[in-house]
Antibody, heavy 120, light 110 residues
């Protein structure tokens, strides 16, 4: 069974950058899947951030596209998220998840999530 | 901006049946939106329940089912158990890697 685990700083200063890593175990990040990031502000709903394929191809939420970079490290079987110019509105629990694309389009395995707070 | 709307809250009695819906601001939801449904309990990550309208994951209890109903995606819980009390989210795929989660429905078992 595939397992995902997020890691990274829990506190980021305003105007700084948020960096998180998702380690994948029980499966290869080089498999034919998309690897995604989703976030959830405290007490609010889910928001899709973006995704990366093992080739390095990426797709981003248009509302975040100018600030988001997702990358993959096949040697470490992990992928990463960087969000720049953060504000308090970026405070959220950040989840990584596996997404199966065409022809069924679904998320299946999720990490437990990590809370990132933007504050000085 | 695309908005996916769900009922804010629903209450159901143990053993009862409840249907949650998922509507798109762009119009009727069809199978081409590949509706997904997730369950989330407090302090936990979302858990995938349904994909591509009505397909269940290997871990999805039989009492959960998905369908299309009146131009919306729907999730029906039959024979509700106390442990089904949770927030439920739908997800629609709009093509071109454009995924939008619904606003969420809080289901209370009372």
């Amino acid at each position: 069974q595939v397992q995902l685990q997020e890691s990274g700083p829990g506190l980021v200063k305003p105007s700084g950058s948020l960096s998180l890593t998702c380690a994948v175990s029980g499966g290869s990040i080089s498999s034919s899947n998309w690897w995604s990031w989703v976030r959830q502000p405290p007490g609010k709903g889910l928001e899709w951030i973006g995704e990366i394929y093992n080739s390095g191809s990426t797709n981003y939420n248009p509302s975040l596209k100018s600030r988001v970079t997702i990358s993959v490290d096949k040697s470490k079987n992990q992928f990463s998220l960087k969000l720049s110019s953060v504000t308090a509105a970026d405070t959220a629990v950040y989840y990584c998840a596996r997404f199966i694309g065409y022809p069924l389009y679904y998320f299946d395995y999720w990490g437990q999530g990590t809370l990132v707070t933007v504050s000085s | 901006q695309t908005v996916v709307t769900q009922e804010p809250s629903l209450t159901v009695s143990p053993g009862g049946t409840v249907t949650l819906t998922c509507a798109s601001s762009t119009g009727a939801v069809t199978s081409g939106y590949y509706p997904n449904w997730f369950q989330q309990k407090p302090g936990q990550a979302p858990r995938a329940l349904i994909y591509s309208t009505s397909n269940k994951h290997s871990w999805t209890p039989a009492r959960f089912s998905g369908s299309l109903l009146g131009g919306k995606a729907a999730l029906t819980l039959s024979g509700v158990q106390p442990e089904d009390e949770a927030e439920y989210y739908c997800l629609l795929y709009y093509g071109g890697a454009h995924y939008v989660f619904g606003t969420g429905t809080k289901v209370t078992v009372l």
